[in-house]
């Protein structure tokens, strides 16, 4: 029987956890050993990956088999002097060698840097610099954007596409031992570094502690529900946060195999891998399953029934999203709410009993106090006054963020940490998304959530996607615009412009709906897919500035 959130919150032992799913301790962990080491000893040849390319070739490789490459890759870093402490990128596509790279990386005790692969030159530069990153694994179509470091890292390329001055992948591991004894670290090193996205300023660097990967099981557990006979998929990159965090480190931290699809996301690729794989639960982001709702039902016919259940994060889950997974998919889909300084925090939770509203980020993960405070004073807010996202430190055993690494963090202020997400706290405890703080409109004194007014407009028929932001207005302060994408069948009119401001206004209410509608083929989004509305905000207040 599943059981209840308020119960598995009040009962919340964060020590009892570490020692039921931390095969060793705080003094003495390595994320190698967590997420490889604890399983190929009680069963060498059970399956850790399953991966497939792009061209329908795939294969599988056991925790066995992961453990002895991770050892031989340990063993080059070692004898190039690289070891604890020190960063190890890699810049792959989701080939079964990120994964060595990965485990190989944290075996020898040093830190993971994920280099996702979309990337141009001056990201990575920014990326490496910061971090002062030693080594690189790479392949042939992505080496030459590391021609122009400023600082040397060892190159090393894979699948016969090292030049020269670069180590042969393949050639160096086979000339290495695959027996290397795991660096054993305290729960506060950090084991992977990761870069923000900020939507100011350059990307911000986050040491993640080894401490975070009992959080990890805790959301892959409770939230994600996922279970040993499962076959998982997240679709997300590991290049970027969710696709590492739960991708690789948490379902491997539970003996749960991992899939790598080495392939550009489409529909029909989706669906086929579903079910060439036998996928039972799949995760990833809104931006793909609106994608797969564009799609239409009939490819969906094919995998109804099979997916026990799907998880969503990265932006806000659209309710129109979720009554079309029940019904032409015949599953559950729940969205979650997480950042890169913080994991996932917020969901409605697979395997907890809570009442889940569409649109509504859900209830708190146990392990974490999250609460709606005002931004200036830090007052905690009642139910229904839209305030900032925080989480209380002091009563979150699991929150493991300590600060940007080298940097001052504004985010970090008394007990809390504040995400800068606008959301409103419920009637039955759950916490509904409003928008980033930047992202909220003000239109003639009312405040206007962006979310609401996409979530409203997605249900049309003729939309695909859309974004929504604030237009400077003499008269208002901003109205709402939207940017709006149409489905193929569909051509950019006047009147069905009109028709979309109907259906919003009555979809939501005389003041919340588009005034302004502007057709575009594309929306901006970062290489993970989130939408940039910001860019559009601000092109916006451009335009007003000139005109002015």
């Given at each position: 029987?599943?059981?209840?959130?308020?119960?598995?919150?009040?009962?919340?032992?964060?020590?009892?956890?570490?020692?039921?799913?931390?095969?060793?301790?705080?003094?003495?962990?390595?994320?190698?050993?967590?997420?490889?080491d604890?399983?190929?000893?009680?069963?060498?040849?059970?399956?850790?990956?399953?991966?497939?390319?792009?061209?329908?070739?795939?294969?599988?490789?056991?925790?066995?088999?992961?453990?002895?490459a991770?050892?031989?890759?340990?063993?080059?870093?070692?004898?190039?002097?690289?070891?604890?402490?020190?960063?190890?990128?890699?810049?792959?596509?989701?080939?079964?060698?990120?994964?060595?790279?990965?485990?190989?990386?944290?075996?020898a005790?040093?830190?993971?840097?994920?280099?996702?692969?979309?990337?141009?030159?001056?990201?990575?530069?920014?990326?490496?610099?910061?971090?002062?990153?030693?080594?690189?694994?790479?392949d042939?179509?992505?080496?030459?954007?590391?021609?122009?470091?400023?600082?040397?890292?060892?190159?090393?390329v894979?699948?016969g596409?090292?030049?020269?001055?670069?180590?042969?992948?393949?050639?160096?591991?086979?000339?290495?031992?695959?027996?290397?004894?795991?660096?054993?670290?305290?729960?506060?090193?950090?084991?992977?570094?990761m870069?923000?996205?900020?939507?100011?300023?350059?990307?911000?660097?986050?040491?993640?502690?080894?401490?975070?990967?009992?959080?990890?099981?805790?959301?892959?557990?409770?939230?994600?529900?996922?279970?040993?006979?499962?076959?998982?998929?997240?679709?997300?990159?590991?290049?970027?946060?969710y696709?590492?965090?739960?991708?690789?480190?948490?379902?491997?931290?539970?003996g749960?195999?991992?899939?790598?699809?080495?392939?550009?996301?489409?529909?029909?690729?989706?669906?086929?891998?579903?079910?060439?794989?036998?996928?039972?639960?799949?995760?990833?982001?809104?931006?793909?399953?609106?994608?797969?709702?564009a799609a239409g039902?009939?490819?969906a016919?094919?995998?109804?029934?099979r997916?026990?259940?799907?998880?969503s994060?990265?932006?806000?889950?659209?309710?129109?999203?979720?009554?079309?997974?029940a019904?032409?998919?015949?599953?559950?889909?729940?969205?979650?709410?997480?950042?890169?300084?913080?994991?996932?925090?917020?969901?409605?939770?697979?395997?907890?009993?809570?009442?889940?509203?569409?649109?509504?980020?859900?209830f708190?993960?146990p392990?974490h106090?999250?609460?709606?405070?005002?931004?200036?004073?830090l007052?905690?807010?009642?139910?229904?006054?839209?305030?900032?996202?925080?989480?209380?430190?002091?009563a979150?055993?699991?929150?493991?963020?300590?600060?940007?690494?080298?940097?001052?963090?504004?985010?970090?202020?008394?007990?809390?940490?504040?995400?800068?997400?606008?959301?409103?706290?419920?009637?039955?405890?759950s916490?509904s998304?409003?928008?980033?703080?930047?992202?909220?409109?003000?239109?003639?004194?009312?405040?206007?959530?962006?979310?609401?007014?996409?979530?409203?407009?997605?249900?049309?028929?003729?939309?695909?996607?859309?974004?929504?932001?604030?237009?400077?207005?003499?008269?208002?302060t901003?109205?709402?615009?939207?940017?709006?994408?149409?489905?193929?069948?569909?051509?950019?009119?006047?009147?069905?412009?009109?028709?979309?401001?109907?259906?919003?206004?009555?979809?939501?209410?005389?003041?919340?709906?588009?005034?302004?509608i502007?057709?575009?083929?594309?929306?901006?989004?970062?290489?993970?897919?989130?939408?940039?509305?910001?860019?559009?905000?601000?092109?916006?207040?451009?335009?007003?500035?000139?005109?002015?």
């Amino acid at each position: 029987m599943t059981q209840s959130w308020a119960d598995a919150a009040a009962g919340f032992d964060f020590e009892a956890m570490l020692r039921q799913s931390l095969a060793g301790d705080l003094a003495a962990m390595n994320a190698c050993v967590e997420c490889c080491d604890a399983h190929a000893a009680a069963d060498p040849d059970r399956i850790a990956l399953r991966y497939e390319s792009r061209d329908g070739h795939g294969g599988t490789m056991t925790f066995g088999a992961l453990k002895e490459a991770a050892g031989r890759f340990a063993n080059l870093l070692a004898a190039r002097g690289i070891g604890p402490g020190d960063r190890v990128g890699g810049l792959l596509p989701r080939v079964p060698e990120l994964l060595v790279t990965i485990l190989g990386t944290w075996r020898a005790g040093a830190v993971y840097q994920p280099l996702f692969t979309a990337f141009g030159p001056k990201a990575i530069e920014h990326r490496t610099a910061t971090a002062g990153t030693k080594l690189i694994v790479t392949d042939a179509q992505n080496r030459d954007k590391l021609n122009e470091l400023s600082v040397p890292a060892t190159i090393a390329v894979i699948r016969g596409g090292a030049g020269a001055g670069d180590l042969d992948f393949e050639a160096e591991l086979a000339a290495q031992s695959p027996d290397f004894a795991p660096i054993m670290r305290r729960g506060e090193d950090p084991f992977l570094i990761m870069f923000t996205s900020g939507t100011t300023g350059p990307a911000k660097p986050v040491m993640v502690p080894l401490r975070a990967i009992a959080a990890f099981k805790g959301y892959m557990q409770l939230a994600v529900g996922l279970r040993a006979d499962d076959v998982f998929w997240n679709i997300a990159d590991p290049g970027w946060a969710y696709g590492l965090y739960y991708a690789v480190t948490g379902p491997l931290s539970l003996g749960v195999a991992t899939t790598f699809y080495d392939g550009p996301f489409t529909a029909e690729s989706t669906y086929g891998l579903i079910g060439k794989l036998g996928v039972t639960n799949l995760a990833g982001a809104p931006t793909a399953y609106r994608l797969l709702l564009a799609a239409g039902p009939e490819l969906a016919e094919g995998v109804k029934g099979r997916l026990r259940a799907v998880s969503s994060a990265g932006e806000p889950l659209n309710p129109e999203v979720i009554r079309w997974f029940a019904e032409h998919l015949g599953t559950v889909i729940h969205d979650h709410y997480g950042q890169t300084e913080l994991g996932m925090v917020l969901c409605n939770h697979h395997d907890l009993d809570h009442p889940v509203q569409a649109g509504a980020a859900g209830f708190a993960v146990p392990g974490h106090r999250i609460v709606v405070v005002d931004e200036d004073t830090l007052e905690e807010l009642p139910v229904g006054q839209p305030g900032i996202l925080a989480v209380d430190r002091e009563a979150s055993p699991q929150f493991w963020f300590q600060g940007y690494w080298n940097m001052p963090t504004k985010s970090l202020r008394g007990r809390y940490y504040l995400s800068g997400d606008t959301v409103e706290l419920n009637e039955d405890g759950s916490i509904s998304f409003v928008g980033r703080s930047d992202d909220v409109i003000t239109s003639s004194g009312y405040r206007i959530g962006p979310f609401d007014v996409e979530s409203a407009l997605i249900e049309h028929k003729a939309v695909v996607e859309t974004a929504v932001v604030g237009k400077p207005d003499p008269e208002r302060t901003e109205i709402v615009k939207a940017f709006v994408v149409l489905k193929p069948a569909y051509e950019p009119t006047p009147e069905l412009a009109e028709e979309l401001r109907r259906h919003v206004r009555a979809r939501l209410s005389a003041h919340a709906y588009p005034r302004e509608i502007e057709f575009v083929d594309e929306l901006p989004k970062t290489p993970s897919g989130k939408l940039q509305r910001f860019i559009l905000r601000n092109q916006e207040k451009a335009k007003a500035e000139a005109g002015a």
